[in-house]
């Protein structure tokens, strides 16, 4: 046993994987990984050509987590962290662990209760203001009565249909094994990990896309047919690989001793899991107790949340017509948000055509592939330009850049003088760059205000010469 987030740990774990599928007539093994070890997997995969006959797929079910932790970083700051607290989550420390999804069953009824009761009353206020003004309740108006509403419905209608109900099917088709609606709900969620810094997840759906596009057809039949698996049978019961081998990991653990396991406890219990589970079903039996994980699906019933969710909303006012034509975008609580937020679609398309071009031509993710996030309030905007805050290679490259701009604008002699003392300060300290930073920044200001000069003198030249034209006639 290793832990597989390094290299060494996973090219040794590939090699013993081969080294125990080597059969006649095998052309593919089949290994799956999440994150970060599917990641070092596919890099060893294209560096090592005894590791090309290995295909790597990513977990589904890891997938579907990250997917929620991206949702709550986009709609926390918004309104999710007043939810949370409606339910209990009151003190910073259970915020925190709200925020970052560490029970992922809790995430996801937090998900639904907070889709259902938002959707319900922003349809209610469509629906109330329908028959106030008289008009036709359609899906058509209903999408011009969103497109014609301030930037709060606007954004929030824009982050449960397009994001949060396609996590929602993709779990669905997860269940029942359906490889078209998997992809259909991945496509549009996966752009939320472009601009919320989720660099492992950018690098595993570019990688996966690129897997499928190129795989021989039996490859992607094969791909097709095993998104998921059934354990129990049952066809509404299909889990990731990743979910299912947590499972059976789960059945092991049960049958440790308490306290921390050592190796020879490990040992005995995963010689003896299949027998014991044989003696529990023959004990079941034999006293007529009935398994609850072979044929029902448990769902907690969330309807008291739901409306509880929905009466808060309500009192606070926030969907009332005063508020939704309000041109700022403001949170549940107040709070002033990004006034670009509301274009945050655009935000996730832009990075993810970014990410795939630069990604196809060679760059190294995590080192080149640096996309701006969404910012979802003032300070995070903020936080993310301040110069204090960025690496020395981030402020390399920003200092590069302005030197460039300089003699763009037309200052040349300027910027090479820059370039001689920035070839000594560049090894230096931070300090050092970040006060070479401050005259860099002051040069280019003075570059561009003799720039506009310029260019409002030639523009006044030619009035006068055209007055004078015109005089003359």
């Known amino acids: 046993?290793?832990?597989?987030?390094?290299?060494?740990?996973?090219?040794?774990?590939?090699?013993?994987?081969?080294?125990?599928?080597?059969?006649?007539?095998?052309?593919?093994?089949?290994?799956?990984?999440?994150g970060l070890p599917y990641n070092l997997a596919t890099r060893l995969s294209e560096?090592?050509?005894?590791?090309?006959?290995?295909?790597?797929?990513?977990?589904?079910?890891?997938?579907?987590?990250?997917?929620?932790?991206?949702?709550?970083?986009?709609?926390?700051?918004?309104?999710?962290?007043e939810l949370a607290k409606l339910l209990g989550y009151r003190t910073p420390r259970a915020l925190v662990c709200c925020f970052k999804c560490t029970d992922h069953h809790k995430a996801w009824q937090l998900l639904k209760i907070y889709f259902f009761g938002t959707m319900d009353e922003i349809l209610r206020q469509f629906l109330c203001d329908s028959y106030k003004n008289k008009k036709q309740q359609s899906i058509n108006e209903f999408y011009n009565y969103i497109s014609e509403s301030g930037p709060s419905i606007r954004f929030m209608c824009d982050s449960l249909f397009n994001y949060v109900f396609p996590i929602f099917l993709y779990?669905?088709?997860?269940?029942?094994?359906?490889?078209?609606?998997?992809?259909?709900?991945?496509?549009?969620?996966?752009?939320?990990?472009?601009?919320?810094?989720?660099?492992?997840?950018?690098?595993?759906?570019?990688?996966?896309?690129?897997?499928?596009?190129?795989?021989?057809?039996?490859?992607?039949?094969?791909?097709?047919?095993?998104?998921?698996?059934?354990?129990?049978?049952?066809?509404?019961?299909?889990?990731?690989?990743?979910?299912?081998?947590?499972?059976?990991?789960?059945?092991?653990?049960?049958?440790?001793?308490?306290?921390?396991?050592?190796?020879?406890?490990?040992?005995?219990?995963?010689?003896?899991?299949?027998?014991?589970?044989?003696?529990?079903?023959?004990?079941?039996?034999?006293?007529?107790?009935?398994?609850?994980?072979?044929?029902?699906?448990?769902?907690?019933?969330?309807?008291?949340?739901?409306?509880?969710?929905?009466?808060?909303?309500?009192?606070?006012?926030?969907?009332?017509?005063?508020?939704y034509a309000n041109p700022k975008h403001i949170s549940l609580s107040g709070e002033r948000l990004d006034d670009q937020l509301v274009l945050f679609e655009n935000k996730c398309l832009s990075n993810l055509e970014d990410y795939l071009k630069r990604a196809s031509g060679g760059d190294i993710p995590k080192r080149n592939l640096r996309l701006e996030p969404v910012f979802v309030t003032i300070n995070d905007r903020d936080k993310f330009f301040d110069i204090n805050r960025k690496t020395k290679d981030q402020i390399c490259n920003i200092i590069h850049e302005l030197i460039e701009e300089i003699k763009q604008l037309g200052n040349v002699s300027e910027a090479l003088v820059l370039e001689e003392d920035w070839a000594k300060i560049k090894v230096s300290r931070k300090d050092d760059m970040l006060q070479f930073y401050k005259e860099v920044v002051v040069a280019h200001e003075n570059a561009s205000s003799e720039n506009t000069a310029c260019e409002e003198y030639d523009t006044d030249s030619n009035d006068c010469i055209e007055n004078s034209e015109n005089e003359d006639e």
């Open 47 to 81: 560096q090592n050509e005894e590791l090309r006959n290995l295909l790597i797929v990513p977990g589904a079910g890891h997938i579907e987590i990250n997917a929620v932790k991206a949702i709550f970083k986009l709609l926390w700051d918004v309104s999710f962290k």
């Open 171 to 323: 779990r669905c088709a997860i269940r029942r094994n359906n490889s078209r609606y998997i992809l259909a709900g991945r496509s549009m969620f996966m752009r939320l990990f472009f601009v919320t810094n989720m660099t492992n997840y950018q690098e595993l759906i570019f990688k996966d896309l690129k897997a499928r596009v190129l795989a021989p057809a039996e490859v992607k039949t094969f791909l097709e047919k095993t998104e998921s698996f059934s354990v129990s049978g049952n066809i509404s019961k299909g889990e990731g690989g990743d979910f299912v081998l947590e499972s059976v990991n789960g059945k092991t653990k049960r049958w440790l001793p308490p306290g921390i396991p050592t190796e020879k406890h490990w040992l005995k219990v995963c010689r003896n899991v299949d027998t014991l589970d044989k003696i529990k079903e023959s004990l079941n039996d034999e006293f007529n107790v009935k398994d609850t994980n072979s044929d029902s699906v448990y769902q907690r019933d969330i309807k008291k949340e739901v409306l509880e969710w929905r009466v808060f909303l309500r009192q606070s006012g926030y969907f009332a017509i005063g508020n």
């Open 1 to 34: 046993m290793c832990n597989p987030c390094s290299y060494a740990s996973v090219k040794k774990v590939l090699q013993e994987i081969q080294s125990q599928t080597i059969t006649q007539g095998r052309q593919w093994n089949v290994v799956g990984c999440d």
